[in-house]
């Protein structure tokens, strides 16, 4: 956590944050249009940790509409529609809706707006009785999805499915929650002391990935290897596991165009100054056929040293962006900054294109839409907050790359990004 936004959750209650203007709308016009091999436009989370806007972007950048959706801080700080807390799924969205995680401690959900109108379709209650802090969502069918739910319930067993850790099972249709997969037994002999702590999901056919954090029991400072484990969603069965080994800390997803392999990014932070084991931070390179495999690590030495941040998205067949994580002193001040890099998975050569503007961890998550060579990145510091466009050819260069001001009305900064 950042000295900023300590300072400002430390004083939510001083914070004069006036009551946002109402949203504008959705798209009705591509709400119900197939999403082609581009998909139809990138997705905007804003937040200042009180308060979220949603907006939508074209392939291209231009601003679709500047709040799809948007939260209410009353005095107080409660939120009549969204926390301050709202991330986007792995997955991008392919109907009319447009799935949102609210991972907020005092009512984790997944909720669904319409891209039509921003109107609220339908939510689904993940938390059981705790702070579930869901990181992802991964729709099966109409009837059937899976939430990794990142925290951990230490006194379980007063209501159903309230272990945590785990995969819920929901059924997004009628909010019902229909199971809980058990994630411990892809830990193997790391099951007595850590935890699984899942995190990113992606499906491939009948098969589902997810990315294990591997964290201990207490703390959240990685001292064993993460893991990749593949469930059949038919059967809602752990099918394999892979151990990353030498790498820890991973948190980021993506998988390639080819839907062959994936890329998984690890930080190995070890604390919240953006310090890290740099020995175990890296990406991890997984072919999936005949059956996943670490095939190559690309280690942080190829682009300085600095822990790979938590997202990244293949531009190309052989191209990826991911960020790196900046650092501050012990004082709270900045001594590195973060990065944004274009790596080449065949060559692992990496070239800096982007750094944050004088305070680490503003580089947000970043978003492609590899078949058009389009792809966005969060920055919540720089001229008060916006996103970087960028479009790269085949080989991964640099063709154009703009700024994009979402919104002024509101004054919230980007933080993640997405695809519809």
Not at 18 to 42: H, M, Q, Y
Not at 272 to 282: C, K, V, Y
Not at 356 to 375: E, H
Not at 398 to 411: D, N, Y
């Amino acid at each position: 956590m950042t000295w900023r936004l300590a300072t400002c959750l430390f004083l939510v209650a001083a914070c004069d944050v006036p009551t946002p203007p109402s949203p504008s709308g959705g798209v009705p016009d591509l709400a119900e249009a197939e999403p082609g091999p581009c998909g139809r436009g990138f997705s905007v989370v804003e937040s200042d940790y009180q308060s979220v806007n949603v907006a939508l972007l074209g392939l291209e950048g231009t601003v679709l509409t500047d709040s799809l959706a948007s939260s209410r801080v009353l005095a107080g700080g409660a939120g009549v529609s969204l926390s301050g807390d709202v991330v986007l799924p792995t997955d991008g969205a392919a109907g009319p809706l447009l799935p949102l995680i609210d991972r907020a401690a005092s009512a984790s959900r997944v909720l669904w707006l319409s891209l039509a109108t921003g109107a609220l379709s339908r939510s689904v209650d993940v938390s059981t009785g705790f702070p579930s802090n869901p990181h992802d969502f991964l729709g099966i069918s109409p009837t059937k999805g899976y939430v990794a739910r990142f925290g951990h319930n230490r006194d379980p067993d007063r209501e159903r499915f309230d272990h945590g850790s785990d995969l819920l099972v929901v059924d997004p249709s009628s909010g019902r929650l229909l199971d809980s997969i058990d994630l411990r037994g892809a830990l193997g002999k790391d099951r007595d002391l850590h935890l699984p702590r899942p995190d990113k999901l992606v499906m491939v056919g009948r098969f589902v990935y997810v990315l294990l954090g591997t964290l201990p029991l207490s703390g959240f400072t990685s001292t064993a290897a993460s893991r990749i484990a593949m469930l059949d969603t038919e059967t809602d069965s752990l099918q394999d596991v892979l151990v990353l080994e030498g790498l820890r800390g991973c948190s980021g997803m993506a998988l390639s165009p080819a839907g062959d392999a994936l890329a998984v990014f690890c930080s190995a932070l070890s604390d919240s100054n953006g310090n890290s084991q740099p020995g175990f931070s890296g990406v991890g390179l997984v072919e999936l056929t005949p059956a996943p495999r670490l095939a190559r690590v690309l280690a942080a030495g190829a682009w300085g040293g600095a822990p790979v941040g938590s997202s990244g998205a293949y531009a190309g067949d052989r191209t990826l962006l991911l960020t790196t994580f900046g650092r501050f002193s012990a004082l709270g001040e900045a001594e590195a900054q973060d990065a944004l890099w274009a790596l080449d998975v065949e060559s692992g050569r990496a070239r800096e294109l982007l750094k944050s503007d004088g305070v680490p961890f503003t580089l947000g998550s970043v978003a492609c839409a590899p078949a058009c060579g389009q792809c966005v990145v969060a920055d919540a510091e720089r001229q008060g907050g916006l996103v970087h466009h960028y479009q790269l050819d085949a080989d991964g260069n640099v063709l154009s790359h703009a700024t994009i001001k979402v919104e002024s009305r509101f004054g919230l900064p980007p933080r993640d990004v997405g695809r519809f």
